[in-house]
Each structure stands twice: as structure tokens, then as C-alpha cells.
């Protein structure tokens, strides 16, 4: 059995929130146009890892809760719908080149932890989402980095 692995994925809550997690239960993680990030979910994302619900572009941005990913890689559909937002006419059905996961809810915090926060926190110095520059909406995060960032926004559900 792989190792589990942990994540941080991004979305304007204007557009998907942890709330429409909540209520919906699931959804496919879609509209990732970003090579790096695709790469990740494809290559490395696998049913069980655990992700930070990140709100980006919010009032404060912050992880807003958990989800875990429910569903290995596969074609994007959106990438294939004419007139939608994430179409791509270049991508072709047998050889798609966008990829998702599907991701479960867990937990929405009580208030989001925000970004000003996880800079604050000297043990999460390294992690990615703090850096300068990093700007994936799909990231890898470290287990400690992931478990610290629990224990600061109060999370009830417990991750080994």
C-alpha cells in the first residue's frame, strides 16, 4: 500500500468553498490548467491522502478545512465541453491533457486559518503555501507541516 501523502488545494470560495464540500459531499477537483499542478494529481495524488482546503483570492485566504482525495486520476471532462470555462479545444479525448482527482469533505474549521497565520508559525517556515512566489492551486505539504496546521485551526478529525 502507497504511503499517504498530503496536499493543499486551492480554490476561490466565490467559485467552489468548503462549504459546497459540505453540502455536496464530493466533487471533482477540475479546472487545473497548470502543468505542475496537473502532474501532481496525476502522478502522485492517490485515494486516501489528506488535503488542506485552501480559500484563495478571500477575506482572509486560508485553509477553510479538510477533504481527503476519494478518487484516483483521471480525464478532466470539463477540458471536452464546448463553451465551458475550462475547455480545451487542443486536448484530445484519446489523449486528454488534463487530469483530476475527485476530493471528499471531512471538516470545516471554525474560522479559516489564515495565510498571515501559517507565515507567523516558525514551524512552518518551509512549508510551500508561505513561500514567495508559490502560486500552484495543487501542492504537496509535508506530514508535520500538515498536522501542525490541524492542531492550529482546532481540527476535530484526527490524521496519523
Same mark, same amino acid.
Given at each position: ?20 464540500? /459540505?453540502? /455536496?459531499?464530493? &466533487? ?7 502543468? %505542475? ?5 496525476? =502522478? +502522485? $495524488? *492517490?485515494?486516501?491522502?489528506? @488535503? ?16 481527503? !482525495?476519494? *478518487?484516483? #486520476?483521471?480525464?478532466?471532462? &470539463? ?10 479545444? &487542443?486536448?484530445?479525448? =484519446? =489523449?486528454?491533457?488534463?487530469?483530476? @482527482?475527485? @476530493?471528499?469533505?471531512? +471538516? &470545516?474549521? +471554525? /474560522? !479559516? ?7 507567523? /508559525? ?7 503555501? @508561505?513561500?514567495?512566489? %508559490?502560486?500552484?492551486?495543487?501542492? #504537496?505539504? +509535508? ?6 496546521? $490541524?492542531r492550529l485551526a482546532g481540527a476535530v478529525t484526527k490524521i496519523r
Amino acid at each position: 500500500m502507497a504511503k499517504r501523502r498530503y496536499w493543499l488545494m486551492k480554490s476561490e470560495p466565490g467559485t467552489y468553498s468548503i462549504h459546497d464540500l /459540505e453540502r /455536496e459531499g464530493s &466533487t471533482m477537483w477540475d479546472g487545473v490548467r497548470n502543468y %505542475q499542478a496537473r502532474n501532481l494529481m496525476r =502522478d +502522485e $495524488c *492517490r485515494v486516501g491522502d489528506m @488535503v488542506l482546503f485552501y480559500h484563495s483570492s478571500a477575506k482572509p485566504s486560508g485553509v477553510a478545512g479538510l477533504a481527503r !482525495v476519494s *478518487r484516483a #486520476p483521471y480525464p478532466d471532462p &470539463t477540458q471536452f465541453e464546448d463553451g465551458g470555462p475550462y475547455h480545451d479545444p &487542443t486536448s484530445d479525448p =484519446d =489523449d486528454p491533457r488534463w487530469i483530476l @482527482v475527485d @476530493v471528499a469533505y471531512v +471538516e &470545516t474549521f +471554525e /474560522e !479559516v486559518l489564515p495565510l498571515a497565520a501559517l507565515k507567523a /508559525e516558525p514551524a512552518l517556515a518551509d512549508m510551500l503555501v @508561505v513561500q514567495k512566489g %508559490q502560486r500552484l492551486s495543487v501542492m #504537496p505539504v +509535508e506530514k508535520d507541516h500538515f498536522q501542525r496546521v $490541524c492542531r492550529l485551526a482546532g481540527a476535530v478529525t484526527k490524521i496519523r
